[in-house]
């Protein structure tokens, strides 16, 4: 009977990971040798190379990930029962800039796709019509104008109208409010919407007038307003103006576009074991092919840094940068403190039941989407991004607020590493990609992408390649990614305060 096999990350991990489910007493194959398990371990969890003694550093991907509770002896499971995490507090940082190599280039990989180019020189990969309510009180009159909208108008150069529900825009305050006001205006001013409705209902703090200096610098051809109060019949006077911004769409042909003009949003979402393996790197080295062309590649969930961010900070490009960083993470650090919570909780039961044990160790998975590039800018929330290049961008990491908050900065699609799979998709096309073969070949209907066979004999580049290519054809119209085909299209915005 052959051995299982059991995967050592890097040189210098006391860790394994399985690859499938062992028993007690089952020996496992890795590059090292084999080695023989004392209890049974689950897929995707790790097994003790060595023995570990108590207060120990755990290592896996070449960092500490944690430390042991107890004695943990060669074979051994290796997760929350007997390790934990070494963060505590707030900490100190030093810039020490590190030496990245050059992103790599596949041959023959195409420097272009078809997209739309905006009157003010925007480019968008959809040709959509969406509608944006101010506040969450004119939801349902929302979605119903969508539906009666998509009847009539998709089709001939109209990929769609949609709506996006939010519950805020009134009896907010503050810092709230404001957030509101600039994620709902990053998705005004998101060039896959070729004509945006604004829909008001006329008492909201967040009324129209109150919006519009936030959308000064959108061309006045791609946006109407209605405030619904102001009406006699709503769905009327909306659908006078849907058809309007109809005739305005269809003025757009899709076009020859450079990558250089692209904008990927990474995110993971439901990680386990794999997720730091295979899938999170896989897209770390598309992120490389983007940012090689002079595209864009914007990567978030800044809790799930923690751990990890110093490697980040020393990939900044210059010393600005590096503070803006610094900044970043301690304002979430602030944040949660603020809040009374402990800024380390984290993983999530999800992730524990997949192989993660500590922040450390998801974040040093989850940081590998952002590839080998240096950090080039620090998008804040609902602000576009403007610099070509790797940035990071201000939000948390629920996978509905963090994958708005990329739409708000710019993202043409968002690549979504799962390891537990998730339906939800962002406004904007949502690719899936599975840590594992098996959660592909069991949710087909989620999942677009497989990065599961890396650990199967697939290499890194010919995947890379492989779902540069899949990109491609997504931002060209040919594809549409599995929210899109399922209509699972939805926006989070950020919250942290009073609501009246």
Same mark, same amino acid.
């Given at each position: 009977?052959?051995?299982?096999?059991?995967?050592?990350?890097?040189?210098?991990? @006391?860790?394994?990971?399985?690859?499938?489910?062992?028993? %007690?007493?089952?020996?496992? +194959?890795?590059?090292?040798?084999?080695?023989?398990?004392?209890?049974?371990?689950? $897929?995707?969890?790790? =097994?003790?190379?060595?023995?570990?003694?108590?207060?120990? @550093?755990?290592?896996?991907?070449?960092? !500490?990930?944690?430390?042991?509770?107890? /004695?943990?002896?060669?074979?051994?499971?290796?997760?929350?029962? @007997? %390790?934990?995490?070494?963060?505590?507090?707030?900490?100190?940082?030093?810039?020490?800039?590190?030496?990245?190599?050059?992103?790599?280039?596949?041959?023959?990989?195409?420097?272009?796709? /078809?997209?739309?180019?905006?009157?003010?020189?925007?480019?968008?990969?959809?040709?959509?019509?969406? =509608?944006?309510?101010?506040?969450?009180?004119?939801?349902?009159?929302? +979605?119903?104008?969508?539906?009666? %909208?998509?009847?009539?108008?998709?089709?001939?150069?109209?990929?769609?109208?949609?709506?996006?529900?939010?519950?805020?825009?009134?009896?907010?305050?503050? /810092?709230?409010?404001?957030?509101?006001?600039?994620?709902?205006?990053?998705?005004?001013?998101?060039?896959?919407?070729?004509?945006?409705?604004?829909?008001?209902?006329?008492?909201?703090?967040? $009324?129209?007038?109150?919006?519009?200096?936030?959308?000064?610098?959108?061309?006045?051809?791609?946006?109407?307003?209605?405030?619904? !109060? &102001?009406?006699?019949?709503?769905?009327? +006077?909306?659908?006078?103006?849907?058809?309007?911004?109809?005739?305005?769409?269809?003025?757009?042909?899709?076009?020859?576009?450079?990558?250089?003009?692209?904008?990927?949003?990474?995110?993971?979402?439901?990680? &386990?074991?794999?997720?730091?393996?295979?899938?999170?790197?896989?897209?770390?080295?598309?992120?490389?092919?983007?940012?090689?062309?002079?595209?864009?590649?914007?990567?978030?969930?800044?809790? +799930?840094?923690?751990?990890?961010?110093?490697?980040?900070?020393?990939?900044?490009? /210059?010393? $600005?940068?590096?503070?803006?960083?610094?900044?970043?993470?301690?304002?979430?650090?602030?944040?949660?403190?603020?809040?009374?919570?402990?800024?380390?909780?984290?993983?999530?039961?999800?992730?524990?039941?997949?192989?993660?044990?500590?922040?450390?160790?998801?974040?040093?998975?989850?940081?590998?989407?952002?590839?080998?590039?240096?950090?080039?800018?620090?998008?804040?929330?609902?602000?576009?991004?403007?610099?070509?290049?790797?940035?990071?961008? !201000?939000?948390?990491?629920?996978?509905?607020?963090?994958?708005?908050?990329?739409?708000?900065?710019?993202?043409?699609?968002?690549?979504?590493?799962?390891?537990?799979?998730?339906?939800?998709?962002?406004?904007?096309?949502?690719?899936?990609?599975?840590?594992?073969?098996?959660?592909?070949?069991?949710?087909?209907?989620?999942?677009?992408? @497989?990065?599961?066979?890396?650990?199967?004999?697939?290499?890194? !580049?010919?995947?890379?390649?492989?779902?540069?290519?899949?990109?491609?054809?997504?931002?060209?119209?040919?594809?549409?990614?599995?929210?899109?085909?399922?209509?699972?299209?939805?926006?989070?915005?950020?919250?942290?305060?009073?609501?009246?």
């Amino acid at each position: 009977m052959c051995a299982a096999k059991a995967l050592r990350i890097h040189g210098t991990d @006391n860790v394994l990971v399985a690859t499938v489910p062992v028993s %007690a007493g089952d020996s496992v +194959e890795y590059s090292g040798g084999t080695l023989q398990v004392m209890e049974d371990i689950p $897929r995707g969890h790790k =097994i003790a190379l060595v023995d570990i003694p108590v207060q120990d @550093n755990i290592m896996k991907y070449g960092y !500490q990930i944690g430390h042991a509770t107890v /004695d943990i002896r060669k074979g051994q499971w290796v997760h929350t029962h @007997n %390790a934990k995490t070494n963060l505590s507090g707030k900490e100190e940082y030093r810039y020490q800039p590190s030496v990245t190599r050059p992103s790599e280039r596949i041959i023959d990989l195409p420097a272009s796709f /078809d997209g739309y180019v905006r009157e003010n020189g925007d480019v968008g990969v959809r040709n959509e019509i969406w =509608i944006l309510n101010t506040v969450g009180c004119v939801n349902k009159a929302a +979605e119903t104008l969508a539906k009666m %909208a998509d009847s009539e108008l998709r089709g001939d150069g109209i990929d769609g109208v949609y709506h996006f529900a939010h519950p805020y825009g009134c009896s907010q305050l503050g /810092d709230d409010l404001l957030y509101t006001q600039k994620a709902l205006a990053g998705l005004v001013r998101h060039p896959n919407a070729a004509g945006v409705l604004v829909l008001g209902l006329g008492c909201e703090n967040n $009324r129209i007038q109150e919006f519009r200096p936030f959308l000064n610098d959108v061309p006045e051809e791609k946006i109407r307003f209605l405030a619904l !109060q &102001d009406i006699e019949d709503e769905f009327e +006077e909306g659908m006078r103006l849907l058809r309007e911004l109809a005739d305005y769409a269809r003025t757009f042909k899709r076009e020859k576009v450079p990558v250089s003009r692209l904008k990927i949003g990474l995110k993971c979402g439901g990680s &386990d074991g794999f997720s730091g393996i295979t899938a999170n790197p896989l897209v770390g080295a598309l992120s490389d092919l983007v940012v090689a062309q002079g595209g864009t590649s914007l990567l978030t969930e800044v809790p +799930e840094m923690f751990g990890a961010e110093t490697i980040l900070m020393n990939r900044a490009v /210059d010393d $600005r940068v590096f503070g803006d960083v610094v900044s970043l993470i301690n304002d979430f650090k602030d944040y949660y403190t603020r809040h009374h919570q402990v800024i380390y909780e984290n993983p999530s039961p999800g992730n524990k039941d997949g192989g993660i044990t500590t922040l450390e160790e998801k974040s040093l998975g989850c940081i590998q989407k952002g590839g080998t590039s240096p950090v080039v800018d620090v998008v804040p929330y609902g602000i576009s991004a403007t610099k070509p290049g790797l940035s990071l961008v !201000q939000a948390p990491g629920n996978d509905m607020v963090s994958v708005t908050a990329l739409t708000t900065a710019g993202a043409h699609m968002v690549l979504f590493t799962t390891g537990r799979g998730t339906p939800m998709g962002a406004a904007v096309p949502t690719v899936k990609i599975s840590t594992n073969t098996s959660l592909y070949e069991k949710k087909r209907n989620w999942i677009d992408f @497989n990065a599961g066979s890396l650990v199967e004999g697939d290499d890194m !580049q010919s995947l890379a390649a492989s779902l540069y290519n899949t990109m491609i054809d997504i931002a060209s119209g040919r594809v549409q990614t599995r929210n899109e085909k399922n209509g699972f299209r939805e926006i989070a915005i950020f919250k942290d305060g009073v609501t009246l």
